[in-house]
């Protein structure tokens, strides 16, 4: 009986020792298969030159600065397209950590996202079909009819000026449909991003032309949802400012914008 009894015992402590194994083990594989936080970043894909897709690839000044930032601070990201509208709701949603969408910084837009340090200086310009005479500034669109891109600060401008200026707003989803729409004259203008309309005229013959001077001073941020993510939004920044005075930002403005 005692030898059964000591048997017993001997099992019983091979049991339990193995599970302790294997428990350990187990912790050790999950830790060390865990890695690091991948952030995943909205981007529209639409918006060159900042934002658009070549040969399969993502291109442009935000893609490479948000790489640059992310390499410089060393995190993680996952690039997302999708319609510049549905950005800052899919940050919301929690599906997004960051956006950097040619976004520009408002005070609307402060209430849902934190922005880090303005990383470009934008502005609105007003935009018609070449050729056309009639239109020169903000103040000849009365009865005209404008195109504007869906959630923009174009968009913005045009719906808070529309009733005052006397003119219709026509929404789009991206900017190649808006450009259409106002060179094959089914609307009299647009609105557009200075840098964004002027790059599109200087890489295609879009029959459009730029009038007037810029209708504000935006300035564009890289967002993470407000109050969430604030370490993040700290490295952002300082990668930023390390890409300035390292000479990397002015190195991905050249390559895009030129001298």
Known sequence: MKKLHFITLLLTLTLVLSAC??????????????????????????????EFKKDGEYKGIDIELINA????????????????????????AGELDIAIAGMSITDKRKKVVDFSDPYFEAGLSLVVKGGNTDIK????????????????????????????KGFEVVQFNDSPAMFQEVANGNADALIEDYPVI?????????????????????????????????????????????????GKYDEILKTYLGE
Not at 23 to 33: H, L, M, P, T, W
Not at 80 to 88: A, E, L, V, Y
């Open 21 to 50: 194994g294997t428990s350990d083990e187990g912790k050790d594989g999950n830790a060390g298969g865990e890695g690091e936080k991948v952030y995943k970043v909205g981007v529209d894909t639409t918006y060159p030159p900042f």
């Open 69 to 92: 930032i992310a390499e410089n601070q060393g995190f993680e990201i996952e690039l997302s397209s999708m319609d510049f509208g549905g950005i800052i709701p899919a940050m919301q």
């Open 137 to 164: 500034t903000i103040n000849d669109l009365k009865g005209k009819t404008v195109a504007v891109k869906k959630g923009t600060t174009g968009a913005t401008f045009a719906q808070e000026n529309a009733k005052e």
């Open 198 to 246: 002027a790059y599109a005229i200087a890489q295609k013959e879009l029959g459009l032309e730029i009038v007037g001077d810029r209708l504000n001073g935006d300035q564009y941020g890289i967002a993470v949802l407000k109050g969430e993510n604030q370490d993040l939004l700290e490295k952002i920044n300082k990668g930023l400012k390390e890409l300035k005075e390292n």
